[in-house]
Nanobody, 121 residues
């Protein structure tokens, strides 16, 4: 059984920062990519950021480049998303995900339950 648990969501004013964290438990993942997606009300779930576990190479959606930073901690088996300069349009439920291989592309195999991020203007 695999479990991904997100933490760190909340409400912040525009221009503020939040840090999300995702902890993995259950079977040993090995070197597979992890990522963050988000889903705003009435919209499809979209890719936000991903990281290759072996090399730590990060990938970002254009909408968050320069504002969000994804990082992973091998020892803790966690992946974090530092979100700066937040905008109201960043408001969404954020989901942690684990991919089938060590490249954050395609459909993830595992999902967390999500954490709400609300940015007020």
């Amino acid at each position: 059984q695999v479990e991904l648990v997100e933490s760190g969501g909340g409400s912040v004013q525009a221009g503020g920062s939040l840090r999300l964290s995702c902890a993995a438990s259950g079977r040993t993942f090995g070197d597979i990519a992890r990522g963050w997606f988000r889903q705003a009300p009435g919209k499809a779930r979209e890719f936000v950021a991903g990281v290759r576990w072996s090399a730590g190479v990060a990938y970002y959606a254009d909408s968050v480049k320069g504002r969000f930073t994804i990082s992973r901690d091998n020892a803790k088996n966690t992946v974090d998303l530092q979100m700066n300069s937040l905008k109201p349009e960043d408001t969404a439920v954020y989901f942690c995900a684990a991919f089938p291989r060590d490249l954050p592309v395609g459909k993830p195999d595992y999902w967390g339950r999500g954490t709400q991020v609300t940015v007020t203007s």
